[in-house]
């Protein structure tokens, strides 16, 4: 079954640190970009940070930059987000999510994407 | 950053009603867009994409359409299943639009 399954949320202290797991099964995760999603109670959706299928090229948005870092272990088919000096905004459920696209702009990153798998998220709660 | 923006925020309708939400972007895409619906305590499920490309599964019931700047998302006749909240996506998402039961 082609599924992705996140793990490793809970609750901690304002600036302390968690690391969020995706662990991919059914497709040849080392062939697509990943990314993580996030989404505060009752709000809506927001990529965090995104990765290519080798590691080497990463995204993040301005709210985590300098905090968070996204990597992965192909050999093991898990995409990880660390995340250091936790936030009461970063308060949340994170998804990982698979990313298709068309082509690479300018400066290598991919457009006309969308995402079309999407594990069940896990959720981060951070108690100020 | 392209900023995307829904019409409406909350939508209240009858099961067979036809239901159009909008989404409009802060400078043109092409037709770079997809749609999503989530339900309560689940994950987003994608509905279209390339503005109006059915994903593998959907109902027939669902379309999308427009370019450039200005997009729609299509319910033809709305079913139970249906009630939920709905994201554009470019860049960015939209905010979201809630499908609610008359």
């Known amino acids: 079954e082609v599924q992705l399954v996140e793990s490793g949320g809970g609750l901690v202290q304002s600036g302390g640190s968690l690391r969020l797991s995706c662990a991919a099964s059914g497709f040849t995760f080392s062939r697509y970009w990943m990314y993580w999603v996030r989404q505060a109670p009752g709000k809506g959706l927001v990529w965090v940070s995104g990765l290519n299928s080798d590691g080497s090229s990463t995204r993040y948005a301005d709210s985590v930059k300098g905090r968070f870092t996204i990597s992965r272990d192909n050999a093991k088919n898990t995409l990880y987000l660390q995340m250091n000096s936790l936030r009461a905004e970063d308060t949340a459920v994170y998804y990982c999510?698979?990313?298709?696209?068309?082509?690479?702009?300018?400066?290598?990153?991919?457009?006309?994407?969308?995402?079309?798998?999407w594990g069940r998220g896990t959720l981060v709660t951070v108690s100020s | 950053d392209i900023q995307m923006t829904q019409s409406p925020s909350t939508l209240s309708a009858s099961v067979g009603d036809r239901v159009t939400i909008t989404c409009r972007a802060s400078?043109?895409?092409?037709?770079?867009l997809a749609w999503y619906q989530q339900k309560p305590g689940k994950a987003p499920n994608l509905l279209i994409y390339k503005a109006s490309s059915l994903e593998s599964g959907v109902p027939s019931r669902f379309s999308g359409s427009g370019s450039g700047t200005e997009f729609t998302l299509t319910i033809s006749s709305l079913q139970p299943d249906d009630f939920a909240t709905y994201y554009c996506?470019?860049?960015?998402f939209g905010q979201g639009t809630k499908v609610e039961i008359k």
């Open positions: 400078q043109s895409i092409g037709s770079w």
């Open positions: 999510a698979r990313l298709v696209f068309s082509y690479f702009d300018s400066s290598g990153y991919p457009t006309d994407w969308y995402f079309d798998l």
């Open positions: 996506q470019a860049d960015s």
